[in-house]
């Protein structure tokens, strides 16, 4: 109940064990993918959005895979049947090599794209934690007046869609024109800064809710004890509540970076070009429509899955022996 | 009290109690070199026992010898490898596993009230989908399972608003409705606070006194010795010893059979 | 893709003049008079978010169960597309439901009526879009929200059931799934309350659904555009905080006494 994003978590912390290809191979794949991409990102940087592979080379199998495919299906004779089976698999390849073919030419865009998408989930969690943990420790330990804003912050930005929130900053209350100057390489358009902003505002409410119930785990106990010692109130929960709190929280976390990655998706209804808007440029180029929302899933299962494991990463990192953040919750 | 088995102990000879020529018939259970392993770990290495109609045999042991694993093999809520287990001369492997499981009964140490059911409900259930029993008759048969246990004024309760002792006599109430020929307890008692033990062997009691067959996994050793036909001290997979309470008890023939009760004696007195 | 058939900014005389709006600001007085192209949205809003869960809880029980009770390549089959769909963002797959998918949406429109709301149309195919792309994507989370329930139960419970005799499937369904469904509700609380925000991102197909209309609105009054947003903001809020409570009363409803929950 700690969170409304809180299934996400455990249905993806296996999903490494859960996908057929298996654990080791999806690492190795995972590996590739982010060596890859952090090379495109510094040669985008650089000014090259040529492809790392030339896309005709694919195109030219995919061709000939089908040539040759059309060439068995007009064979007779006995082996006919034989020959229309093998040039169906002959098609198949021929598809799969266009389609990589397809990707090769784009990935370039959809990398450019991606790059604001990471910077939005990231700058969005970061700040919005800075936000969070305030909201949170006023929620559980503030007086009447500073609980009451807090839980009116928190629901307010939690019942109402995201969509409409970033339509709030970027429409109505036309944030961007405080962030003309503001735009350089990295951050391309103002567009960007509203769509920081509103991660940060929708994800700090979200966090704080993970912040409080993780809080709220903690035995009262412990606060009674580090009073106990002399420390002061907020002493005793910045130094004893807080540090086993938050990694009662982690789970929550995860879930978080998994629902910004997905969700930053809507900033391309305030013209960010990040990777669904690169993606939707490029549909309405060619037509596509398969081969890019294909590759896009592809681009999105990658990111999720790396988040995923991240977090497992961390977790296991920050574990304290008894201090159960796994299980028992 | 009903006679009691052979009780020379002797492992060897599993059908002594044939010899006594007081059962024209098949014993009601017959377990022959029964062999249960979980994966490599070896648990039960070939136990051999008769237990016949009205009789309660009750088994110890230390922990991890096999004494939950034998009671599970017996209603098949877990397979096993070797030997033969025979309900009134028929083989167990041979039964609807259903159908088995109406004739034997189970109450469990963690007792597994269904969580979602009043006491009443919990006892109706089986009654109602398992022998197709119309609702009131079910229930006029749970309440008379209720009254026997001593909770007929809980009827209504669910079982988190029950204590510890009564929640087990609801579990003993749901296994009676199903008029079983036999009834398995796991450690019925283990997981209840002390005052409330007494309750669930009064209970017990009852029913050994009124001929019902039962394999009783317990170390309330009062118990034993008051309502047991036989004792079976299990250890490592094995019967050690076999016979009438007092002979464990009096003069074991083991020097393990000894020790274990020494220090359970000491220990229940302790507590 | 113009799927709304009311058009926006049509002047009512008659309900103009019964609601007294001179004390409103001009920009209120616009959302005001404009409340039933909204409420139209509002309607689809609450429709497009009924077929969605309704087809989430139909095809996510069973794959729950599968994950579960199942094994073999169906099983592996149900945990992959779960996966699949958990990890791509709701836009993606309504877009490419749209756009994409090979099943033939019927095209125009049908006319619905909803108490305190009036009538208003609802156009077929993206909203048979929205309806199997909002509902694929919530049956994976159900399902999530289903197994983690159905694994919460026990297994002494499945044991005491069987030992009295019940069959598998007596036992999963009378003594597992009631158990199993009233500890679901906390999780398909949150599940109810994401569909009903989501829905707003049937906007990129078009759907005319609130946020949809609401745009419409704007973009022809471009002075009101935050009136007409904190309004339909207020809408949405209104409508997760009555979900919620709804669904807290449930849970009362149905709790087990002096159980957990
Ligand atoms: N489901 C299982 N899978 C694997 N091993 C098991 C399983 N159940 C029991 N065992 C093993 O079988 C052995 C006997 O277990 P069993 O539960 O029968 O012991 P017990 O005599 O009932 O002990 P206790 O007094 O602690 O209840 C133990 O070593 C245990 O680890
Ligand atoms: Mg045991």
Redesign the interface.
Known sequence: MSGERSTARQALSNAGRQLPAGRSLGLAVGALFWCWLVVRWVAIWLGSKEPFFPATFFEGLATGFRNDGLVMQQTGGALAPVLDFVAGVWFLFSDLAGFVAFGVEYLPELAEGAWLTVVLTVTGILFGLVIAVPLSVARVYGGPVTRGLSLGYIELLRGTPLLAQLFVLYFGLNLSQYFRGFTFGVLPSAAVWVAIVGFTVNSAAYQAEYIRAALESVESGQLTAARAIGLSRTEGIRHVVLPQGLRYAIPGWTNELIYLIKYSSLAAFITVVELFESGRIIASDTFAYLNIYGMLALFYLALVLSATLFMGWVENRVAIPGLGVRDGR | MSERTDGRGDVSEPSSTAEDGRSAGDPLLRVENLQKSYGDETVLRGIDFDLDRRDVEVIIGPSGSGKSTMLRCVNRLTEFQGGTISLDGESVMAMNENELRRRVGMVFQDINLFAHLTALENVTLGLRKVLDMSKGDAEDKAMSQLERVGLAPQAASYPAELSGGQKQRVGIARALAMDPELLLFDEPTSALDPELVGEVLEVMRDLADGGMTMLVVTHEMGFARRAASSLMFLDEGKIVERGPPEQLFDSPERDRTREFLARLTTISEEA | MVLSSASPLVFDPIAAQALPLEWLPPDWQFVVRNWDYLAGGLGVTIVLTATSILLGFLAGFPMGAIEVYGSGPLK?LV??V???L???????IL??MF??APIPFPSGEFGMWLPGIGSFDIGLSAFAAATVGLGLRSA??QA??FR?ALQSV?G??M?????????KL?AIR??IM??AL?RSI??F???F??VL??T??A??IGLAEL?KR??DL?VESTTA??EV??F??IL??IM??VTNRTLDYLGEYYA?????G
């Open positions: 592996r945990s992959t779960g996966v699949v958990r990890a791509i963002p709701i836009v993606v877009v490419f756009f994409v994976a989370y999530q929200i983690g026990s002494g419970q044991e005491a059931a069987r030992s009295v005799g019940m069959s007596q009378h003594v009631p158990q009233r906390p999780g609380q949150n599940e309350t994401i925000k989501d707003s991102v906007f990129a946020l609401s745009y704007f555009v935050l947003i904190l339909i903001s949405y809020f997760t905080f087990i006494p002096g159980g957990e």
